[in-house]
Nanobody, 121 residues
Framework: QVHLVESGGGLVQPGGSLRLSCAAS????????MGWYRQAPGKQRELVAI???????NDADSVKGRFTISRDNAKNTVDLQMNSLKPEDTAVYYC???????????????WGQGTQVTVSS
């Protein structure tokens, strides 16, 4: 019912920048929070940043001051601008959305397929 499609990953040198984008499509009533998580090899998936429909954000301490999350509610998209990238930012990045499928209905969590970000010289 709901599909999240990410784009924008790739290989970048330390200190470089990348912009990830995620678009939600399908049949739903509304999207509450949208965000980005990442999972590095051998590690658990962790929150990178989230943004509510009202624009409130919460960033992981490890990315504060370097990453910026933004959202277009009309287009159901969420972006992650990543600056000053470090090798430890290397991971698969997943888009996440909390979706209300019908009016006054429950909220469901959806995930994108993931996009690889590699920071290496």
């Amino acid at each position: 019912q709901v599909h999240l499609v990410e784009s924008g990953g790739g290989l970048v040198q330390p200190g470089g920048s990348l912009r990830l984008s995620c678009a939600a499509s399908g049949s739903f009533f509304s999207i509450n929070a949208m965000g980005w998580y990442r999972q590095a090899p051998g590690k658990q998936r962790e929150l990178v940043a989230i943004i509510t429909s009202g624009g409130n954000t919460n960033d992981a301490d490890s990315v504060k001051g370097r990453f910026t999350i933004s959202r277009d509610n009309a287009k159901n998209t969420v972006d992650l601008q990543m600056n000053s990238l470090k090798p430890e930012d290397t991971a698969v990045y997943y888009c996440n959305a909390l979706v209300v499928l019908r009016y006054a209905g429950p909220t469901y969590r959806y995930w994108g397929q993931g996009t690889q970000v590699t920071v290496s010289s």
